[in-house]
């Protein structure tokens, strides 16, 4: 009696998910615009179950979906339409191809100001010293001063941080089973740094 039972309630449950599988299909298309090309990344949302997916870069889609649901396609730039998938397919595959309208959306003008008003607008724009012309400001821009300014922003790279490691080992290898050189120690050094200062070379920056 238990096994008639058991295989009663199996049919019963075999025969309902059959039916729900039914309805199934693989639902898929291709989304273009208005001029016909593809509209990539479009979202393609079925509004029964709110599972979609996404367009790829050519427009093509596939999912998942029920017979006779609301799919809803949406994409920035164009209007969003909803397409209904028929009901009366005797396949378990359906293919579309969709058309989205160009949406316009007008924003309102945005004036940007440099300075609070125009009045301090107008003093700055007066005062301003601008160079006379290219050779000027290419020499402001190529002084030692910005340079160094812009190199020390500028982080290593992997090379530069490979040459910097070989270079400390060479110099642990030159001075293998020796003393480094002390240059405070050195009188050639003391003497051109004496010159340099009587000369006025060392100014500070």
Known sequence: MKIILFLSLFVLLVGKSYSQDDDLIQFSGVVIGDSLEPVPYCTVIDQ??????????????SFVAHKGDSIRFSSVGFKTSYYVIPDT?????????????????????????PWPSKEQFAEAFVNVEIPNDDYKRAVHNLEQ??????????????????????????????????????????????????????DGKLKRQ
Do not use: C
């Open 48 to 61: 029964v179950t709110k599972r979609g997916t996404v367009s790829d870069y050519y427009g093509y889609f």
């Open 89 to 113: 397919l005797k396949e378990n595959k359906y293919s579309l191809i969709h058309i989205l309208s160009t949406d316009t959306i007008m924003l309102p003008t945005a004036v940007i100001y």
């Open 145 to 198: 001063a910005k340079l160094k300014e812009r190199a020390d922003g500028i982080p290593m790279n992997g090379s530069m941080n490979y040459n910097h490691e070989m270079q400390q080992v060479q110099d642990k290898l030159y001075y293998a089973g020796q003393l480094p050189p002390n240059n405070l120690l050195n009188p050639i050094a003391w003497s051109n740094f004496i010159k340099s200062w009587k």
